[in-house]
C-alpha cells in the first residue's frame, strides 16, 4: 500500500429531499489500501460508494482522483468498478460471456478477450466454469463470476457494496479470504461496505465508522478496536461496558466505587467521563483477591468462551471468560491500567 492518495473528498454533502444522508465527508483513500465504510443501516456508507461509482452527484463539495475533480464524470469514465450485493449477472450468458462483457463493448479482439477472462476466472477459482450458465452456479460461484467480470476491466478501484451479505456464514468467510488474496495479488485499491464488525475487523488496513452521515473514526482495525473516540465507536466494534466515572488526575480514574490506575491523561482534573472496558479484558479471580467483586447473574456458552453477566451493585459487567462460574457465585475482578479506556463523555 503507497502513501499516494488516489482518492480525495472534500467537504462531500448529499441531500435526498430534505433528509442529509451525508454531511461534509472529508476523507483520502490510499492507492492499494483496503478500505471498509463501516456503519448501521442508513448510516451513509452506500451513498458515499454511489457517489465514488457516479451513480449519484453530491449536493456539495467535489470529488479527486488521481488528482483530477472527477464529481461530474458519467460511471463509464471512471476507473471504478462495483460489485453489489445483488450480482445482477446475465442470467442467459454463460459464465464466460458475462466475463466478457466490459471487454466486448471496448471492442478488444478476440484473443486477448479470451485470455484475460481465462486468467481472471483462474484467478477467482472458476477455471473450467465457463460454458456453464449463471443459473447452475451456487451463490458463492454467482458472486466470484461478479468480481472477475469487475477486475477484468483492470480498475483502479474496486468498490464492493456488501458483497458477501447474500451467502451463508462459511461461505462468506471463505469470500473474506478470497477477497483479500484477490486483492494481495491485483494491488488494487479496495473500497468494501458492510455492517459487519468482524468482517471489517478482518479484511481492512483501514476502517472509517459511519453514523448519521457522518464519520466517527477512521483507523486501523486494531485502533478502532482499542481506541475507540466514542461510545457508538465503542458499542459498535465488538462488546463493551461502557460507564460513567471521574477522572480524578491524570492516569487516575474513579469508577464502580474504587480508584484505578489507567494510561490516559488531558482530560482535566475530577472530570466527568465514560470508561470503557472490554468484556475479554476483565479478569475474573477470588472475590478477596479482586479490585471490585460482585455476583454472576447469567452465564451464556458463546463456544470459545463464557459470557457473564456480574453485578457488582452499581452496574452489570459483561465479563468474558473460558472459567465456568455459575450464577449466583460470588466474583472478583482485576481491571489492568492498559484495559481501560477513557472518552469523554457521549450524548445520552
Known sequence: MGDKHLIELKNVSKTFDTTEAL??????????????????????????????????????GR?????????????????????????????????????????????????????????????????GYDKRTASQLSGGQQQRVAIARALVNEPGVLLLDEPLGALDLQLRKDMQIELKKIRQRLGITFVFVTHDQEEALTMSDTIVVMKDGEIQQIGTPVDIYNEPKNAFVADFIGESNILGGTMLKDYSVRFSGRTFECLDAGFGENADVDVVVRPEDIKVVEPENGMIAGVVKSVLFMGVHYELLVDT????????????????????????????????????
Do not use: W
Not at 41 to 52: A, E, F, H, N, Y
Not at 317 to 337: C, D, N, R
Open 313 to 348: 451493585g452499581e452496574f452489570t459487567y459483561q465479563v468474558h471468560t473460558t472459567a465456568k462460574y455459575s450464577e449466583g457465585q460470588q466474583v472478583g475482578f482485576v481491571i489492568l491500567p492498559d484495559d481501560i479506556h477513557i472518552m469523554r463523555p457521549s450524548e445520552p
Open 63 to 127: 470529488i479527486f482522483m488521481d488528482g483530477a475533480d472527477m464529481t461530474d464524470m458519467p460511471p463509464h469514465r471512471r476507473r471504478l468498478n462495483t460489485v453489489f450485493q445483488r450480482y445482477a449477472l446475465f442470467e442467459h450468458l454463460n459464465v464466460f460471456d458475462n466475463v466478457a462483457f466490459g471487454l466486448k463493448i471496448k471492442k478488444l479482439d478476440k484473443d486477448e478477450i479470451k485470455q484475460r477472462v481465462g486468467s481472471m476466472l483462474e484467478l477467482v477459482g472458476l477455471k
Open 23 to 60: 454531511k461534509n465527508i472529508n476523507l483520502y483513500i490510499r492507492d492499494g489500501e483496503f478500505l471498509t465504510l463501516l456503519g448501521p443501516s442508513g448510516c451513509g456508507k452506500t451513498t458515499l460508494l454511489r457517489l465514488l461509482a457516479g451513480f449519484e452527484m453530491p449536493t456539495e
